[in-house]
T-cell receptor, first 115, second 114 residues
Framework: DAGVIQSPRHEVTEMGQEVTLRCKPI?????LFWYRQTMMRGLELLIY????????DSGMPEDRFSAKMPNASFSTLKIQPSEPRDSAVYFC?????????????FGPGTRLTVL | AQSVAQPEDQVNVAEGNPLTVKCTYSVSGNPYLFWYVQYPNRGLQFLLKYITGDNLVKGSYGFEAEFNKSQTSFHLKKPSALVSDSALYFCAVRPFNQGGKLIFGQGTELSVKP
């Protein structure tokens, strides 16, 4: 099992540009989570999906952020336009309902820097 | 409101000494509790969980945690700390009736000195 895969691992972009972060969950998992981690705010849940359907997006900071899960093996988090305050590490995690009582498996993260 | 609190931003321990990282929770119903560890520039890794049964839960790398229902606590412990245990530790709780969601504490930085 390859674990949760995220790409890119590092992204440096300029303010105003569109940024797309990608995630491949563990095969067979039915929950997918997007988190953001910063020194100031800690670990924040942005949105999560169950069976490809968004369940709770209350943590999405504003309309510049959007997330999709077109199929069970792929999800994207898009920021358009990006701003310097979006600089953070973005984690994707997946879990299987009913197994290990929702133990989440985290990807390595994408470190985003917006100049 | 369902929540997790880690009262210490940082814990400093000498190598070989016992360590405790504190966690308290507030949740409806029976709690499902977790500890995760994050090493620098890495994602979070699962350490252990409490679902039901024995109040003392054993996990990876020699860590254990004690569930105390009356004090609503789930403190992480290790009898003898290693320098390599230095990392950021997160406590988490599964809220009642919210599917797969976990609520994480703010994290505690553990520093083990030789």
């Amino acid at each position: 099992d390859a674990g949760v895969i995220q790409s890119p691992r590092h992204e440096v972009t300029e303010m105003g540009q569109e940024v797309t972060l990608r995630c491949k969950p563990i095969s067979g998992h039915d929950y997918l989570f997007w988190y953001r981690q910063t020194m100031m705010r800690g670990l924040e849940l942005l949105i999560y999906f169950n069976n490809n359907v968004p369940i709770d997006d209350s943590g999405m900071p504003e309309d510049r952020f959007s997330a999709k899960m077109p199929n069970a093996s792929f999800s994207t988090l898009k920021i358009q336009p990006s701003e310097p305050r979006d600089s953070a590490v973005y984690f994707c995690a997946s879990s299987l309902m009913g197994s290990s009582y929702n133990e989440q498996f985290f990807g390595p993260g994408t470190r985003l820097t917006v100049l | 409101a369902q929540s997790v609190a880690q009262p210490e931003d940082q814990v400093n321990v000498a190598e070989g000494n016992p360590l405790t990282v504190k966690c308290t929770y507030s949740v409806s119903g029976n709690p499902y509790l977790f500890w995760y560890v994050q090493y620098p520039n890495r994602g979070l890794q699962f350490l252990l969980k409490y679902i039901t049964g024995d109040n003392l839960v054993k996990g990876s790398y020699g860590f254990e945690a004690e569930f105390n229902k009356s004090q609503t606590s789930f403190h992480l412990k290790k009898p003898s700390a290693l320098v390599s245990d230095s990392a950021l530790y997160f406590c988490a709780v599964r809220p009642f009736n919210q599917g797969g969601k976990l609520i994480f504490g703010q994290g505690t930085e553990l520093s083990v000195k030789p």
